[in-house]
């Protein structure tokens, strides 16, 4: 099989990805998901009998019988409407930002860095979206490893009256995400809160074929993340997030591909990932791994794996249709390797973080890109990032990551 590279090292600022043939394309995908793993999915389906395993599929089958008990979301539920009025559109607050306390109403809001407004952000729909995610993720998964149509049942009832039902269906936009009072009605900034839906779909394809989602289910769902995919791409509020210059742009193509890739757009993924290194890496990361955007941040280890991690998404996705973003790397060596070598000594305790940081949280859902990394690079510094931050090894979590 030929397999077409282009030279490693930039020539003038030119790209340097591996475009893959179509052929080999074709055989470098994993499959039917955008990011789940079928053979890891397999291999955790043989070993649940394993104590580790077990405690595992446990806890899942406990929040997937949890979400049972409980009515599926709808962004119709919220009390206060968008502008406009219509209560099909997803609206939430910008989480930094807070009541003016200079004005007699508060506005405009005001922001503070990394303190997340959390009372007036649980009034709006980013709570309800998260919940549906979270709740469609672990039932269907369950479904998946114990075959129990109760599981598929529950998630295809929160997915239709999500996206499909006519009377409480969410509008394929986010017109109305992080809005902040006094200042905007919303914001390109709010795209990222819908990230999640690659995870969302992988989701549904676990219940492909189950009698409890049938194939006009799956049509409906699909046809609302095309739709959904255009208006990332057309809205004027999809090019500003396209333009950010931080963690956003990261995640926005993040995004775009994995949602373009599952309503099969491959050539928007191609068009992304292949811009994606001279366009983002060359011009946001230095020479030695830095992000300095994110650096800044009252939050900056945070932002920082925050950011590769959407970057290291995207070179996951990319890889399933020709694009090789993980070799990229500019004229003077940025890129995704670099970043991940710059952060390694200071999740290893080796160097002292002396950036911005006022967060105590737990890094642990890192752990996955460091595992990657490591098999991708063949590089056993990642692979003790990936150990030191795994923590509980008895959560799904973990085992999706291995």
């Not at 649940?48 to 899942?60: G, H, Q, R």
């Not at 991690?309 to 070799?327: C, H, M, N, P």
Request: net charge neutral; glycine share 8%; hydrophobic share 40%.
């Amino acid at each position: 099989m030929t397999v077409l590279t282009l030279p490693r090292v930039a020539m003038a600022g030119a790209l340097t990805v591996a475009l893959f043939s179509s052929v080999a394309a074709a055989q470098t995908a994993d499959g039917k998901f955008v990011l789940l793993d079928e053979s890891t999915l397999a291999s955790i389906k043989g070993r649940m009998a394993e104590p580790d395993v077990k405690a595992a599929i446990d806890k899942l089958l406990a929040s997937a019988d949890e979400a049972l008990t409980k009515p599926g979301p709808a962004v119709t539920e919220k009390t206060a409407l968008p502008v406009g009025n219509d209560p099909h559109d997803y609206m939430s607050l910008a989480i930094y930002f807070w009541p003016n306390p200079k004005t007699p109403d508060g506005k405009p809001y005001v922001n503070r860095d990394g303190v997340v407004n959390r009372k007036e952000v649980d009034s709006f729909d980013a709570p309800r979206k998260d919940r549906l995610i979270n709740s469609v993720r672990a039932m269907a998964l369950a479904y998946h490893f114990t075959g129990d149509s109760k599981y598929a049942d529950g998630a295809a009832g929160y997915l239709r009256k999500w996206f499909l039902d006519p009377n409480t269906r969410m509008n394929p936009n986010l017109n109305h995400g992080q809005f902040v009072p006094g200042v905007a009605d919303g914001r390109g900034y709010g795209i990222i809160e819908t990230r999640s839906f690659v995870q969302l779909v992988d989701a549904v394809t676990l219940l492909d074929g189950s009698p409890s989602w049938s194939a006009a289910d799956m049509a409906g769902f699909k046809a609302w993340m095309s739709e959904f995919v255009d208006w990332l791409q057309t809205s004027k509020i999809g090019g500003d997030e396209a333009k950010a210059d931080n963690n956003h742009g990261e995640w926005y193509d993040a995004q775009l591909c994995g949602l373009a890739k599952f309503v099969g757009k491959d050539d928007v993924v191609r068009r992304v990932a292949s811009e994606e290194g001279a366009r983002r890496i060359a011009k946001q990361m230095e020479p030695d791994g830095r992000l300095p955007r994110e650096l800044t941040r009252t939050k900056s280890m945070h932002y920082s794996l925050f950011a590769l991690d959407a970057w290291f998404q995207v070179a996951r996705i990319a890889k399933t249709s020709g694009v090789d973003l993980y070799e990229y790397q500019s004229e003077d060596a940025r890129s995704l390797r670099k970043g991940l070598e710059f952060m390694t000594p200071f999740m290893l305790g080796e160097q002292k973080w002396t950036y911005p940081s006022i967060d105590q949280e737990s890094y642990s859902g890192y752990a996955g890109m460091f595992r990657r990394a490591a098999k991708v690079y063949n590089e056993p510094r990642f692979e003790a990032v990936a150990k030191k931050l795994r923590g509980d090894t008895t959560n799904v979590e973990a085992l999706l990551n291995d």
